[in-house]
């Protein structure tokens, strides 16, 4: 199917959507980003990217930009409660190519926004949808009341997407009994380029180094009986998180007397969307498959996508051919992959030490995930 010249507008200005806009406009599309917000950014934190993502990001033409932004991760480790090294896998020996990554989500996201803009994607902030009427010329609703129609409408709206339910009608999501704190640090402790996963009963930590090594990204997992609501804006003291992880030995007391008001969520589970696609519609990234951060895999997941719907479009006769064959293509492999992140909770968390070490003898993440 010849892309040139069809219009296309995404929702979302998110990794998944600018993604999947720079691959539509490289086929020449004419394409559209509706965002919400006033500003392209996301708020500081850190992402792993893996080898799978990278080769996304290098067929992009992105590769050495960001190589720039981000630092190569020479292994992950995990650690016990006294900070001793229980697993370790190296990446020291992958190829620069297929290397494994720790970025900012500001830089990464600054770096598609800047690239998807210097190559005519238009990107219109304070646009809010409503709803998706899909259809031949499928049409979106703002919330301001202002309508406009696509050749073809992709929800890249992460979590609370408009065009899923539109799809798949509601989804019920369920707290996964665990909460989570996020927070960067100055690297105080000399945290190698490496990825660590501090494991002890009912928690782990994971960290790993940003910016040349300067900041320390910090995701903390808690188990707990109850949350009041699903969303990742809500603040917590910085005791309450040093207290849930004081027993922890190694470079974790020096990273936690860093945190200064971390971000705290409730973990849920979502059910993968059956319908990917519909009438001239499709889903991406979070809004067709959200999932829980235990394997680093949310966003190259959604790069992966990006790529293959414009893959899977371009060698379609037609848009429902091409559509199909999209989520023929991804829909068993990311639930493998979402599978596989929720089975590293429990392994994480196992109260046994013993147990925990051979559970994660299979682990084998960034293997099973590096493609060809
Ligand atoms: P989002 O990033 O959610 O983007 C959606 C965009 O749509 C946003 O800009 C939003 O403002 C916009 N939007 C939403 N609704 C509307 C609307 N109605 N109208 C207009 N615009 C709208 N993944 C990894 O690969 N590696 C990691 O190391 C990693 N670590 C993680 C750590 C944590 C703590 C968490 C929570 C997640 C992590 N993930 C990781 C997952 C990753 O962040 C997500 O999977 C990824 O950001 C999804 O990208 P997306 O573009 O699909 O959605």
């Known amino acids: 199917m010849d892309l040139s010249g069809l219009n296309i507008t ?88 297929h290397s494994y990554r720790f970025v900012h989500r500001a830089d990464f996201v600054e770096l598609l926004a800047a690239r998807a803009r210097a190559v005519g994607v238009r990107v219109r902030l304070l646009q809010n949808v409503r709803d998706v009427t899909p259809g031949a010329s499928p049409r979106i609703t703002l919330c301001n009341g202002d309508a406009t129609c696509a050749d073809l409408v992709i929800g890249a709206d992460g979590l609370h997407s408009v065009l899923r339910p539109v799809l798949n009608g509601a989804a019920q999501p369920f707290f996964t009994g665990q909460v989570a704190w996020r927070a960067v640090v100055p690297n105080k402790v000399s945290h190698p380029a490496e990825a660590r996963v501090h494991m002890g009963p009912g928690r782990h930590m994971v960290s ?92 190259n997941m959604a790069l992966e996508d990006a790529w293959v719907l414009a893959d899977a479009l371009a060698g379609a006769r037609d848009m429902a051919e091409g559509l199909a064959t999209y989520q023929q293509r991804r829909r068993a492999r990311v639930v493998k992959v979402i599978d596989a992140a929720s089975g590293n909770a429990w392994k994480y968390h196992l109260r046994n030490p013993l147990v925990r070490g051979v559970a994660h003898l299979g682990l084998g993440v960034v293997g099973r995930l590096a493609p060809g």
Not at 221 to 237: I, K, N, Y
Not at 262 to 282: E, I, M, N, Q, S
């Open 10 to 97: 995404i929702i979302g200005a998110g990794i998944g959507g600018l993604a999947v806009a720079l691959a539509l406009r490289a086929r020449g599309a004419e394409v559209r980003i509706l965002e919400q917000a006033e500003a392209i950014r996301e708020v500081g934190a850190g992402i792993q990217i893996s080898p799978n993502g990278l080769r996304v990001l290098q067929a992009l033409d992105l590769g050495e930009g960001f190589r720039r932004i981000s630092v190569r991760g020479r292994a992950v480790s995990l650690r016990n409660l006294r900070g001793g090294e229980v697993l370790r896998m190296d990446l020291a020996g992958l190829p620069e190519d």
């Open 208 to 299: 790993y180094p940003l910016r040349g090594g300067d900041m320390v990204n910090l995701v903390a997992v808690q188990e707990r009986s109850d949350w009041a609501a699903e969303g990742w804006s809500h603040r917590d003291d910085a005791a309450n998180l040093r207290a849930a992880f004081a027993g922890f030995g190694g470079v974790v007391p020096g990273l936690l007397s860093g945190v200064e008001n971390p971000g705290l969520w409730g973990l849920f589970r979502h059910p993968v969307a059956r319908h990917w696609h519909g009438d001239h519609v499709a889903l991406l990234g979070d809004a067709a498959h959200p999932t829980l951060p235990f394997l680093a895999q949310g966003a």
